[in-house]
T-cell receptor, first 111, second 114 residues
Framework: DSGVTQTPKHLITATGQRVTLRCSPRSGDLSVYWYQQSLDQGLQFLIQYYNGEERAKGNILERFSAQQFPDLHSELNLSSLELGDSALYFC??????????FGSGTRLTVV | GEDVEQSLFLSVREGDSSVINCTYTDSSSTYLYWYKQEPGAGLQLLTYIFSNMDMKQDQRLTVLLNKKDKHLSLRIADTQTGDSAIYFCAESRGWGGATNKLIFGTGTLLAVQP
Protein backbone atom coordinates (compact mmCIF):
# COMPACT_ATOMS: atom_id res chain seq x y z
CA ASP A 1 0.00 0.00 0.00
CA SER A 2 1.61 3.22 -1.21
CA GLY A 3 -0.53 5.47 0.96
CA VAL A 4 -2.22 7.06 -2.06
CA THR A 5 -5.76 5.71 -2.44
CA GLN A 6 -7.67 5.75 -5.68
CA THR A 7 -11.29 4.72 -6.12
CA PRO A 8 -12.84 3.00 -7.87
CA LYS A 9 -10.28 0.48 -9.14
CA HIS A 10 -12.34 -0.33 -12.20
CA LEU A 11 -15.07 1.55 -14.01
CA ILE A 12 -17.05 0.54 -17.07
CA THR A 13 -19.34 3.11 -18.61
CA ALA A 14 -20.98 4.01 -21.89
CA THR A 15 -20.00 6.69 -24.38
CA GLY A 16 -21.44 10.09 -23.58
CA GLN A 17 -21.53 9.46 -19.85
CA ARG A 18 -19.74 11.29 -17.03
CA VAL A 19 -17.62 9.72 -14.30
CA THR A 20 -15.72 10.92 -11.25
CA LEU A 21 -12.44 9.42 -10.14
CA ARG A 22 -11.26 9.99 -6.61
CA CYS A 23 -7.79 10.25 -5.11
CA SER A 24 -6.75 10.56 -1.48
CA PRO A 25 -3.10 11.57 -1.15
CA ARG A 26 -0.64 10.34 1.46
CA SER A 27 -1.31 11.94 4.82
CA GLY A 28 0.32 15.37 4.87
CA ASP A 29 1.05 15.57 1.14
CA LEU A 30 -0.23 18.84 -0.34
CA SER A 31 0.35 18.18 -4.06
CA VAL A 32 -1.79 15.91 -6.20
CA TYR A 33 -0.96 15.08 -9.80
CA TRP A 34 -3.22 13.28 -12.28
CA TYR A 35 -1.87 11.15 -15.13
CA GLN A 36 -3.49 9.20 -17.94
CA GLN A 37 -1.88 5.99 -19.20
CA SER A 38 -3.05 4.69 -22.55
CA LEU A 39 -1.51 2.31 -25.06
CA ASP A 40 -1.06 4.93 -27.76
CA GLN A 41 -0.13 7.97 -25.64
CA GLY A 42 1.84 6.42 -22.80
CA LEU A 43 1.84 8.24 -19.45
CA GLN A 44 0.57 11.76 -19.94
CA PHE A 45 0.43 14.46 -17.29
CA LEU A 46 -3.05 15.92 -16.98
CA ILE A 47 -3.20 18.40 -14.12
CA GLN A 48 -1.67 19.28 -10.75
CA TYR A 49 -3.16 20.75 -7.60
CA TYR A 50 -1.29 22.15 -4.64
CA ASN A 51 -3.12 22.80 -1.38
CA GLY A 52 -6.43 23.28 -3.16
CA GLU A 53 -5.20 25.38 -6.06
CA GLU A 54 -4.57 24.37 -9.65
CA ARG A 55 -0.87 24.81 -10.36
CA ALA A 56 -0.11 23.17 -13.68
CA LYS A 57 -2.05 21.87 -16.63
CA GLY A 58 -0.86 19.34 -19.17
CA ASN A 59 -2.64 17.54 -21.96
CA ILE A 60 -6.04 17.68 -20.33
CA LEU A 61 -9.09 17.81 -22.56
CA GLU A 62 -11.74 20.47 -22.02
CA ARG A 63 -14.21 17.67 -21.27
CA PHE A 64 -12.09 16.81 -18.23
CA SER A 65 -11.87 18.82 -15.03
CA ALA A 66 -10.49 18.34 -11.56
CA GLN A 67 -10.49 19.88 -8.14
CA GLN A 68 -8.81 19.47 -4.79
CA PHE A 69 -10.89 19.78 -1.66
CA PRO A 70 -10.00 21.26 1.75
CA ASP A 71 -9.22 17.79 3.10
CA LEU A 72 -6.74 17.52 0.17
CA HIS A 73 -8.48 14.69 -1.64
CA SER A 74 -8.91 15.28 -5.34
CA GLU A 75 -11.49 14.33 -7.93
CA LEU A 76 -11.05 14.04 -11.67
CA ASN A 77 -14.28 14.50 -13.63
CA LEU A 78 -14.49 13.08 -17.13
CA SER A 79 -17.56 13.98 -19.18
CA SER A 80 -18.99 13.24 -22.64
CA LEU A 81 -16.87 10.12 -22.59
CA GLU A 82 -15.51 8.68 -25.81
CA LEU A 83 -14.05 5.26 -26.57
CA GLY A 84 -10.61 6.84 -26.72
CA ASP A 85 -10.85 7.94 -23.08
CA SER A 86 -10.46 4.32 -22.02
CA ALA A 87 -7.22 4.26 -20.04
CA LEU A 88 -5.61 3.87 -16.65
CA TYR A 89 -5.83 7.06 -14.62
CA PHE A 90 -3.23 7.52 -11.93
CA CYS A 91 -2.89 10.08 -9.24
CA UNK A 92 0.29 10.81 -7.34
CA UNK A 93 1.07 12.90 -4.31
CA UNK A 94 4.36 14.45 -3.28
CA UNK A 95 6.22 14.68 0.00
CA UNK A 96 9.67 16.33 0.28
CA UNK A 97 11.04 13.29 2.14
CA UNK A 98 9.57 10.58 -0.06
CA UNK A 99 9.11 12.14 -3.45
CA UNK A 100 6.25 11.29 -5.75
CA UNK A 101 4.05 8.37 -4.67
CA PHE A 102 1.52 6.87 -7.04
CA GLY A 103 -1.79 5.22 -6.37
CA SER A 104 -2.70 1.90 -7.98
CA GLY A 105 -4.88 3.63 -10.56
CA THR A 106 -8.44 3.53 -11.86
CA ARG A 107 -8.99 1.53 -15.01
CA LEU A 108 -11.69 3.21 -17.08
CA THR A 109 -13.34 1.30 -19.90
CA VAL A 110 -15.73 3.20 -22.16
CA VAL A 111 -18.01 0.98 -24.23
CA GLY B 1 10.59 20.93 -25.12
CA GLU B 2 10.31 18.00 -22.81
CA ASP B 3 10.72 14.59 -24.37
CA VAL B 4 11.88 11.31 -22.85
CA GLU B 5 12.66 8.30 -25.04
CA GLN B 6 13.23 4.65 -24.21
CA SER B 7 13.58 1.44 -26.17
CA LEU B 8 10.38 -0.58 -26.05
CA PHE B 9 11.55 -4.06 -25.16
CA LEU B 10 14.45 -5.91 -23.52
CA SER B 11 14.76 -9.64 -22.99
CA VAL B 12 17.39 -11.16 -20.69
CA ARG B 13 18.07 -14.48 -19.05
CA GLU B 14 17.72 -14.93 -15.31
CA GLY B 15 20.99 -14.16 -13.54
CA ASP B 16 22.26 -11.85 -16.29
CA SER B 17 22.51 -8.06 -15.97
CA SER B 18 19.87 -5.87 -17.60
CA VAL B 19 20.58 -2.39 -18.89
CA ILE B 20 17.66 -0.13 -19.72
CA ASN B 21 18.46 3.12 -21.49
CA CYS B 22 16.72 6.48 -21.63
CA THR B 23 17.40 9.79 -23.35
CA TYR B 24 15.83 13.11 -22.53
CA THR B 25 15.81 16.51 -24.16
CA ASP B 26 15.08 19.00 -21.39
CA SER B 27 18.35 20.59 -20.32
CA SER B 28 16.54 21.95 -17.25
CA SER B 29 15.93 18.46 -15.91
CA THR B 30 17.17 18.37 -12.36
CA TYR B 31 15.96 14.99 -11.13
CA LEU B 32 15.78 11.77 -13.09
CA TYR B 33 13.83 8.76 -11.93
CA TRP B 34 13.24 5.11 -12.61
CA TYR B 35 9.79 3.67 -11.92
CA LYS B 36 8.65 0.05 -12.15
CA GLN B 37 5.15 -1.01 -13.16
CA GLU B 38 4.10 -4.61 -12.69
CA PRO B 39 1.01 -5.95 -14.47
CA GLY B 40 -2.17 -4.43 -13.06
CA ALA B 41 -0.24 -2.36 -10.54
CA GLY B 42 0.69 1.25 -10.01
CA LEU B 43 4.06 2.91 -10.44
CA GLN B 44 6.71 2.06 -7.89
CA LEU B 45 9.67 4.40 -7.48
CA LEU B 46 12.88 2.39 -7.76
CA THR B 47 15.46 5.12 -7.51
CA TYR B 48 16.24 8.65 -8.57
CA ILE B 49 19.36 10.68 -9.25
CA PHE B 50 20.08 14.37 -8.94
CA SER B 51 21.57 15.95 -12.03
CA ASN B 52 24.87 16.85 -10.35
CA MET B 53 25.61 13.15 -9.82
CA ASP B 54 26.79 10.74 -12.48
CA MET B 55 26.20 7.48 -10.67
CA LYS B 56 24.02 6.09 -7.93
CA GLN B 57 24.01 2.53 -6.62
CA ASP B 58 21.29 0.94 -4.55
CA GLN B 59 21.67 -2.81 -3.95
CA ARG B 60 21.20 -4.49 -7.36
CA LEU B 61 20.40 -1.21 -9.10
CA THR B 62 22.96 1.12 -10.64
CA VAL B 63 21.94 4.37 -12.29
CA LEU B 64 24.34 6.13 -14.65
CA LEU B 65 23.76 9.68 -15.84
CA ASN B 66 25.57 11.32 -18.73
CA LYS B 67 24.33 14.87 -18.49
CA LYS B 68 26.26 16.04 -21.55
CA ASP B 69 24.54 13.47 -23.77
CA LYS B 70 21.29 13.60 -21.74
CA HIS B 71 21.45 9.84 -21.32
CA LEU B 72 20.30 7.84 -18.32
CA SER B 73 20.62 4.12 -17.77
CA LEU B 74 19.42 1.61 -15.20
CA ARG B 75 21.46 -1.53 -14.65
CA ILE B 76 19.87 -4.40 -12.76
CA ALA B 77 22.42 -6.94 -11.57
CA ASP B 78 21.54 -10.63 -11.25
CA THR B 79 18.15 -10.11 -12.90
CA GLN B 80 15.36 -12.27 -11.48
CA THR B 81 12.00 -13.33 -12.94
CA GLY B 82 10.36 -11.00 -10.42
CA ASP B 83 12.06 -8.10 -12.18
CA SER B 84 9.85 -8.66 -15.24
CA ALA B 85 7.85 -5.44 -15.57
CA ILE B 86 7.67 -2.17 -17.47
CA TYR B 87 10.35 0.32 -16.46
CA PHE B 88 9.72 4.02 -16.90
CA CYS B 89 12.32 6.73 -16.98
CA ALA B 90 11.05 10.15 -15.85
CA GLU B 91 12.41 13.62 -15.30
CA SER B 92 11.38 16.72 -13.42
CA ARG B 93 12.77 20.22 -13.24
CA GLY B 94 12.60 20.31 -9.49
CA TRP B 95 11.82 18.30 -6.40
CA GLY B 96 8.04 18.41 -6.08
CA GLY B 97 6.65 21.62 -4.77
CA ALA B 98 4.05 23.74 -6.43
CA THR B 99 4.88 23.40 -10.09
CA ASN B 100 7.18 20.48 -10.79
CA LYS B 101 5.66 17.54 -12.60
CA LEU B 102 7.09 14.25 -13.79
CA ILE B 103 7.54 13.73 -17.51
CA PHE B 104 7.65 10.04 -18.37
CA GLY B 105 9.29 8.07 -21.10
CA THR B 106 7.50 5.49 -23.19
CA GLY B 107 8.45 2.62 -20.91
CA THR B 108 10.63 -0.45 -21.53
CA LEU B 109 9.14 -3.90 -21.12
CA LEU B 110 11.72 -6.14 -19.45
CA ALA B 111 11.13 -9.85 -19.97
CA VAL B 112 13.27 -12.18 -17.87
CA GLN B 113 13.60 -15.71 -19.20
CA PRO B 114 14.15 -18.48 -16.64
Amino acid sequence: DSGVTQTPKHLITATGQRVTLRCSPRSGDLSVYWYQQSLDQGLQFLIQYYNGEERAKGNILERFSAQQFPDLHSELNLSSLELGDSALYFCASFHPNYGYTFGSGTRLTVV
Amino acid sequence: GEDVEQSLFLSVREGDSSVINCTYTDSSSTYLYWYKQEPGAGLQLLTYIFSNMDMKQDQRLTVLLNKKDKHLSLRIADTQTGDSAIYFCAESRGWGGATNKLIFGTGTLLAVQP
